[in-house]
């Protein structure tokens, strides 16, 4: 887990990352320019990374941990920045526990992650898939990832980035594939009451542009910031990212700062992707 205490007075972020990666490969160009404005939180979610283990993984316990983790570090009210499946994560924690969370900035993410024709038939077949793959040996299962991670994956990024993907339980993020077939959050979350903004990555491939405009129709006068890139924009392009989440924050209540108090160096900066 990586923490930073921000200026004197600012809040605190809680950083959740997307499927798959660990908290360091989503979030690690943010850790220093989030530092300067606001106290940082960042860690892997169960059965991701370093991580929880958990026998099957489920967003409504991640969501918890969100909370367990601001409880053990003394944090009362902070405010969730989700990226993809973050994103779900953090409308889940903001949902759960209202009055603890003063504003939501959701990236690259949906109230739903289904969508339409072949993504969809896709995406029916992960829970299938998640079954089937508890019943094949543990060893088979961690070759099975491996070969993903190196020959689907990770064909077109770093060695680092892939160890750290490869840290994950893979038939946690299996699981985590079925949760995000069922998620959907366009029932309630215009009932949330906290400020919400959005970060908008468009051409995006792996969260097209319709899903995230239906995260936008959802919420009345919410503040979105759009910018064109891919899914793994985040890291590959963070200069953009970083112009629309610094955005994002303001409208939620944590404004860039004058006199920053810390730093936070990343572990390497390699320009891996993320998903």
Known sequence: MRRTVGPPGSPTVVLLHGWTVTADLNWYPAFEPLSQRASVVAFDHRGHGQGLPTRRFKFSDCASDVLAVADALGIDRFVCAGYSMGGAIAQLTARAAPDRIAGLVLGATSTSFRGRGL???????????????????????????????????????????????????????????????NFDSSPWLANLSMPIAQVRTVGDLVVP???????????????????????ASVVTDFDSFWDCMSKALDSVGVPAHSQPESRVAPDQSPTEATR
């Open 209 to 231: 542009d319709d899903l995230q405009q239906n995260l936008t129709d959802a919420i009345d006068d919410m503040g979105a910031y759009s910018y064109r890139g891919g899914h």
């Open 119 to 181: 993504r969809a038939v896709r995406f029916a077949l992960l829970p299938v898939v998640a079954a089937a793959s508890r019943l094949a040996p543990v060893k088979l299962r961690y070759w099975g990832w491996e070969q993903t991670v190196f020959n689907v994956i990770g064909t077109n990024i770093g060695r680092w980035a892939q160890t750290e993907i490869l840290k994950g339980d893979p038939q946690a993020l299996l699981d985590a594939g079925t949760e995000l077939f």
